[in-house]
């Protein structure tokens, strides 16, 4: 709860946890990493997410989320340990994944001109889908699956920042729907037609594209062609060496009715019926497009993780829950967490209550940014700031070389109050999504 010393800022957190170095810095806030000083060996992260006045929701009863959270567990997702609010923080503890996250590491992959063979993509994806059938048979959803929030740690996969949204409901930056990272949004999450399970199966399809060709399924040259593409464009195919049942629930999982998206379990038992056999390197390198292929990924934890692995197995086995067979004797990886057992198996949080994304959330959301943005610049700016926005925003529908950048900029000039500003761009926003949804119900 306090510093050191006034002029040492947060280097100690509620008496516990000593600020080792800084991580990054996310939609959410700042993470660091923490030696946890009440325990013997553990390097932890801290999560620092600035509330200003406003606490985490009391009627959600944030201390009650967090422990239900922290009693989660499973081996695929980041342990949360702890929350508390420090100043106008709202600090959440999580266990510490050393080798990074999967963004960094396919980044890597591609700018070496390399890529993951079909059977290491579909172990990372099983252990995915268990985390999320697990996420979901608790009747948690994750909101926000993105390559940034699945890290690799000790040759497994672990899925972190679920339950940090229902944490933050109501602290959460009210202008951060659209900027940052749209790229994983389904096409009713960008509408506000309510947030479901469909909508993690969304993007569990987009990360799975990204695993298979290190490259964002539905990036575009700027915000709104990004947008677009995921309302109204057809997924990318994933590469010919994927089998026919893989490119079909690919699809489905991609499907623009979130009905049609299969759930968690269903896929996590087709997906662990796939044949994997690895292919040699010869033939991958002639089927693939890409030149100067290197099929073997050069991070040695992964080299060793999907030597002949048994992955598939455990994985359906996490799925169905049995605990009575020992995972650490099951498998070949090395300290895996045993799954969550009895005391959280009553766990049901009715969380669709709490949807952020739901129609109504939209329209607070928009007044909430309309009405503080014409008090902090005054409504004549305000229209004059909303004109140019909407202007620029229209142009990138047609014109790739109108980046996001470029409008910022023009932006700086227009108004020095960044926060009017990004508060004034997300209520255009909300209306690009509806003039795009209403050209495609048009077309
Ligand atoms: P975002 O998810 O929006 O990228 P975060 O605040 O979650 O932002 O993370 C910021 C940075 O800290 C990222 O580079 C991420 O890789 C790193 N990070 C976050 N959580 C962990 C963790 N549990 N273990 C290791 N690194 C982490
Ligand atoms: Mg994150």
Redesign the pocket.
Known sequence: MCSHEESVQHTMYANRYHQIKK?????????F?VHDTKSKHEK??L?EIYVGDTSPNESLDAEHEATILSRLRHPNI?RFYDSFIDGSNFCIV????????L??YLKSLRKQRSRLQMDQVIDLFLQLLSAIDFLHSKKILHR?I?T??I?L?RNHI?L??FG?SRLMMNTMDKASTFI??PFYMSPETLRYDGYNMKSDIWSLGCVLYELSVCKRAFERSNLVQTMEAILRESPPPLPDRFPAKVQLLYLQMLSKDPDKRSGAAELLEEFGQIEIKPNPKSKLSSQSSTPNLDINPTHPDFRRSFSNSPIVNKHIRASLQVPSSPVHSASSMDSVDSFETAPSDDIQIPDEKYDPFSPSARESKTDFCRSKAQELVGSEHFTRIYDYLHDQRHKQSEDASCTDAIILSGLETLCSNSYACKLIDELVLFDTVNELNERTLNS
């Open positions: 991580l990054g810095r996310g939609s959410f806030g700042t993470a990493l932890k992260v999560k980041v999580t266990e510490y994944c050393e080798d990074g996250d963004d960094q926000d993105k940034s929030n890290f740690k672990k972190g920042d940090i940052g990272t």
